[in-house]
């Protein structure tokens, strides 16, 4: 079944009502564009730095903003709309990076946590630390939807292929990434860690990105991106600011993909051993 799909590029910034504003004009102009699964970026209800004033801000799942707007915009366009990830209040004081996935009638059909948290120390001083406030997710979830089988990731997931490789086995044929990279490991590795993750599992990559300058300082890479199967680029954003991308995707592809290079079936199990070897080569005695 060929579905057209898009992916809708955002600059947030720090006021999530506004925010929600920017995403129902997207999300309604790629419905318009006749897409039917619409993605948007990580992050969509706040891009926001200081910890302090994003708690000051967050709402539980049942009371916010971009989750309430989702869930209107996916009965009135009768699409399927994935907000890539809002940050959630949870019960214990922590956030949770989470993702939700709404299906025509606005229902929600289900929700997911990124796994793997940004803490990582880059050049020039960039520094981030996600699981000082976030609370990390332990569960990969699949959803089997009338035009294909869809995994799920956020971000910094795609630096996992584990994860990309047991949902491809437990059956997605697509795989999304909606992300707000930044931009010296975007310009780094965004392209190539999502046609690589595309490749070794013959599926389909969906990226909605985070683009351009942000209220609070940060700049993010953009370059949301479609990818098929077998790597190739179906369409790609600049890193601007606001953008969509969209495609025909038919998910029968993956399938395909998979029969010419079938390298998931020809898996193997494996052990490492470290063989303790002096500089000059040779085993030690």
């Known amino acids: ?27 309604r102009e790629a419905a318009g564009h006749g897409a039917l699964y619409i993605q948007t970026p990580e992050m969509t209800g706040a891009v926001q730095s200081n910890r302090a004033e994003l ?18 915009l996916a009965a009135d366009l009768r699409v399927h709309l994935h907000v890539g990830s809002t940050a959630i209040a949870l019960a214990d004081g922590k956030i949770a990076n989470r993702g939700f996935l709404f299906g025509p009638d606005g229902a929600k059909l289900l929700h997911y946590d990124k796994i793997h948290m940004f803490d990582v120390d880059l050049d020039n001083g960039e520094s981030w630390r996600e699981s000082a406030a976030y609370t990390p997710g332990a ?91 077998w790597g190739r680029v179906l369409g790609m954003a600049d890193g601007a600011g606001e953008a969509i991308v969209m495609a025909e995707i038919d998910p ?32 030690a005695a």
Not at 2 to 17: L, N, R
Not at 62 to 71: L, P
Not at 154 to 170: G, T
Not at 207 to 219: I, P, W
């Open 1 to 27: 079944m060929t579905i057209k799909v898009a992916a809708v590029q955002m600059c947030s910034g720090v006021d999530p009502e506004k925010n929600a504003a920017a995403m129902e004009r997207l999300v």
């Open 55 to 72: 708690r000051a801000v967050l709402k539980a799942e049942e009371d916010d903003v971009i989750v309430r707007t989702a869930a209107r």
């Open 139 to 229: 569960c990969a979830r699949v959803a089997g939807l009338p035009f294909g089988t869809m995994g799920f990731a956020i971000c910094y997931d795609v630096r996992f292929p584990e994860l990309f490789r047991s949902q491809a086995v437990a059956g997605a044929e697509i795989m999304t990434v909606p992300a707000a990279f930044t931009k010296q490991t975007g310009e780094a590795h965004w392209e190539i860690l999502l046609r690589a993750r595309a490749i070794e599992n013959g599926l389909f990559v969906i990226a909605a990105a985070q683009a351009g300058k942000h209220e609070d300082g940060r700049e993010t890479f953009g370059h949301s991106i479609i990818i098929d199967p």
């Open 252 to 283: 029968a592809q993956s399938a395909a993909a998979r029969r010419k290079i079938p390298n998931l079936r020809n898996a193997r199990d494996f052990t490492v051993e470290t063989i303790a070897a002096d500089r000059a080569g040779g085993e």
